[in-house]
């Protein structure tokens, strides 16, 4: 079955990026969370340092809609130049407003209101935020309800 995901890339934080979406939207896992020390290394290569073995490999969590969120650690011990920035943005698209407003002051949380929920002129509610782990959300709402 085809799907569309966010994948997203944190710098030794993606467990705790993780575990907050989870008490967000109230869901799962799919297959816990694997982490470096769990994938084998192949003869001649060297594997990740003792302190990068618990950093997360890959994660993924359902949130609306049948979309999931990915996510993986992207430290500069392993190579990686992790650079946050402002072009990528989750829009989620909830059934009610009175989700739309759940949604929006769980993730705002410890982050910023860009532009606070309100009617828009296109017809529809919407507000935009940065969480707590610099990741950009909006919240679009055609309900009336």
């Keep these: 079955m085809a799907r ?9 934080s993606t467990e705790a990026a993780f575990t907050f979406y989870k008490s967000v939207f109230g869901t799962e896992f799919v297959n816990g969370i694997m982490r470096h020390r769990d994938v084998p290394v192949p003869d001649g290569q060297q594997g990740p340092s003792a302190e990068d073995l618990d950093l997360v490999i890959n994660v993924q969590l359902p949130i609306l809609g049948g979309h999931v969120l990915m996510g993986t650690d992207a430290p500069e011990s ?11 943005y ?25 532009m606070p929920l309100q009617e828009m ?6 507000g935009s935020l940065v969480d707590q782990f610099g990741v950009q959300w909006m919240i679009n709402c055609a309900s009336k309800s």
């Design 78 to 88: 392993m190579g990686f130049t992790l650079h946050q920035g402002n072009n990528v």
């Design 90 to 114: 989750i829009c989620l698209e909830p059934d009610t407003r009175s989700e739309a407003h759940a949604l929006f002051a769980a993730l705002a949380a410890g982050g910023t209101a860009q």
């Design 4 to 12: 569309t995901s966010t994948y997203l890339n944190f710098d030794r």
């Design 121 to 126: 002129f296109w017809g529809d509610y919407f």
